[in-house]
T-cell receptor, first 115, second 116 residues
Framework: NAGVMQNPRHLVRRRGQEARLRCSPM?????VYWYRQLPEEGLKFMVY????????ESGMPKERFSAEFPKEGPSILRIQQVVRGDSAAYFC?????????????FGPGTRLTVL | AQSVTQLGSHVSVSEGALVLLRCNYS??????LFWYVQYPNQGLQLLLK??????LVKGINGFEAEFKKSETSFHLTKPSAHMSDAAEYFC??????????????FGQGTTLQVKP
């Protein structure tokens, strides 16, 4: 039973480019969360999605960031016109039902470096 | 709003010694609490969780945590540290202020160093 998959594991972009981060949840899980870990900080919630729906995007920066979880395929976190401050580790987690007591299973993360 | 505070960003113990990692929470409603471990360059792995059942929760790798409402604490302990326990540990609370979304609010993390 494969765990949460994220790719790429490492991504290097120059300022102004676009970054696309992919997350495939565990089999049978239809709820996906994205978190960002800035250097020397804990994880911060960004967005919560179910298939084809954004449920809570209260942690997403207002500009340049977007997320989707289509009916088929992985969830995508997209960062347009990246800046150095976007350099961080981005983690995806999935859960079976998205409730408060559910365990969230985390992927290995994508480490984004903006030059 | 809910929050968690981890006291001590770095904790160092000798192999075989007691591990105690502190976590205090703030919540106006009964909280659901989690401890996760992160090894270098890896994702987070659940150690244990409290969801209003028994106040003493046993997890993987010999870790346990006790929910103390009077102290608003959920400290993580292990009787005897092993070298493989060296990692970063995160305490988290499930946000109950914004509906049943399950999003987690994390503490700043505590790095555990185990000395031989």
């Amino acid at each position: 039973n494969a765990g949460v998959m994220q790719n790429p594991r490492h991504l290097v972009r120059r300022r102004g480019q676009e970054a696309r981060l992919r997350c495939s949840p565990m089999k049978g899980h239809s709820h996906v969360y994205w978190y960002r870990q800035l250097p020397e900080e804990g994880l911060k919630f960004m967005v919560y999605l179910q298939k084809e729906n954004i449920i809570d995007e209260s942690g997403m920066p207002k500009e340049r960031f977007s997320a989707e979880f289509p009916k088929e395929g992985p969830s995508i976190l997209r960062i347009q016109q990246v800046v150095r401050g976007d350099s961080a580790a981005y983690f995806c987690a999935s859960s079976p039902a998205g409730s408060r007591t559910d365990t969230q299973y985390f992927g290995p993360g994508t480490r984004l470096t903006v030059l | 709003a809910q929050s968690v505070t981890q006291l001590g960003s770095h904790v160092s113990v000798s192999e075989g010694a007691l591990v105690l990692l502190r976590c205090n929470y703030s919540s106006s409603v009964p909280p659901y609490l989690f401890w996760y471990v992160q090894y270098p360059n890896q994702g987070l792995q659940l150690l244990l969780k409290y969801t209003s059942a028994a106040t003493l929760v046993k997890g993987i790798n010999g870790f346990e945590a006790e929910f103390k409402k009077s102290e608003t604490s959920f400290h993580l302990t292990k009787p005897s540290a092993h070298m493989s326990d060296a990692a970063e540990y995160f305490c988290a609370v499930s946000d109950r202020d914004s509906g049943n979304t399950g999003k987690l609010i994390f503490g700043q993390g505590t790095t555990l160093q185990v000395k031989p």
